[in-house]
């Protein structure tokens, strides 16, 4: 009796064993673009409240930070998942680092002119200083000149404080609509801010990208991260506080008072869930938004010839996660 109990229990335990281990969450190693702050908070919130597990996947946060290359990072392997700017990668590209897009968080790139108040329109800044940093140069100033005529010889050094703004009231600067506008507030200015992205700026931010290694072993995971990934940015936006405690746990020195203003902004320039989202769902992108970027990449020579930069990107992933704000 005992060998015919143990032939029918073994089958079974070995079938229990095999399905705990189909069980077991894939790991998943995510590295955002800064220090914790509310722009990386639908991420936390889908640690927080169990989201990424529920899609079968334990997935780790690391954050970035201005020492951490993370597009370097991911072409050496040592993160799954990376965070940059569209133009990162278009410049990855350039360099025959092989990643690609798969999501784009941010419909609407943060980055805005920021103004002293009485200034009405963006156009009336044309002559006069504005402060930027020198990375901008291949960025956003270039859209500037070609859109609005700006010349080199407004720019001032940008020194990635708000100081020099407040100390003089001729002087414009560079920032992100959803915080340095706060630490400006914090000065006793009410600033005029130009988010560039509704004046058309093109370009994607807060991508999320891979290798493309990993898209060809790891799709079916990495679709079930972007899904769970906008789900959890769906619930942030309705109700920030557990993605919050997380992100003050990885980043003690980050105030209420800036996670509810970057919160807020979010939610007000519809920086997550504006643009394509309502139709197409959260963190999708388009080859729409992908061809404007590139044209207007060439048409202020800042790509280089011969690069097909159909790599940057695919949609393979995103379109069909369609979790609608």
């Keep these: 009796m005992f060998a015919f109990a143990m032939r029918l229990l073994l089958p ?53 930070g201005p020492q ?20 990162q990668v278009v410049s990855a590209i350039e360099q025959k680092v092989p990643v690609t897009a798969i999501a784009a968080t941010f419909q609407k790139n943060p980055t805005a002119v920021i103004a002293h108040p009485g200034v009405a329109r963006i156009e009336d800044l044309k002559g006069k200083p504005i402060a930027i940093g020198a990375a901008s140069n291949t960025t956003f100033w270039p859209w500037l000149k070609q859109r609005y005529g700006f010349g080199d010889d407004q720019k001032r050094p940008y020194g990635f404080s708000v100081q020099p703004f407040l100390a003089d009231k001729n002087l414009s600067q560079q920032g992100f609509a959803t915080s340095e506008p706060f630490s400006i507030e914090k000065g006793g200015v009410k600033p005029v801010v130009f988010l560039l992205a509704d004046l058309g700026y093109p370009p994607y931010a807060e991508v999320l990208v891979v290798t493309r290694a990993t898209l060809g072993k790891r799709a079916d995971a990495l679709a079930r991260f972007v899904r769970a990934s906008a789900e959890g940015w769906k619930s942030y936006l309705a109700n920030p506080a557990p993605g919050n405690a997380l992100i003050k746990r990885d980043n003690p020195e980050m105030s209420d008072d800036l996670l509810a203003y970057g919160h807020r902004k979010l939610k007000e320039y519809a920086i997550v869930a504006g643009g394509d989202a309502g139709q197409s769902g959260l963190l999708t992108m388009t080859d729409a938004r992908w061809t404007g970027t590139i044209d207007f990449l060439r048409s202020a020579n800042l790509t ?21 704000p």
């Design 12 to 64: 079974l335990s070995f079938a229990l064993a095999g399905l705990a281990g189909a069980q077991a969450p894939e790991r998943l190693v995510f590295a955002t673009d800064w220090l914790a702050q509310a722009e990386h908070g639908g991420f936390y919130q889908a640690v927080a409240e169990g989201t990424y597990r529920k899609h079968g996947l334990e997935v780790t946060i690391r954050m970035g």
């Design 304 to 324: 280089k010839p011969g690069i097909d930069y159909q790599d940057a990107y695919t949609l393979s992933i995103v379109r069909d996660v369609k979790v609608l």
């Design 68 to 87: 951490v290359n993370g597009i370097q990072l991911l072409a050496a392997g040592q993160l799954d998942v990376v965070m940059g700017d569209a133009l």
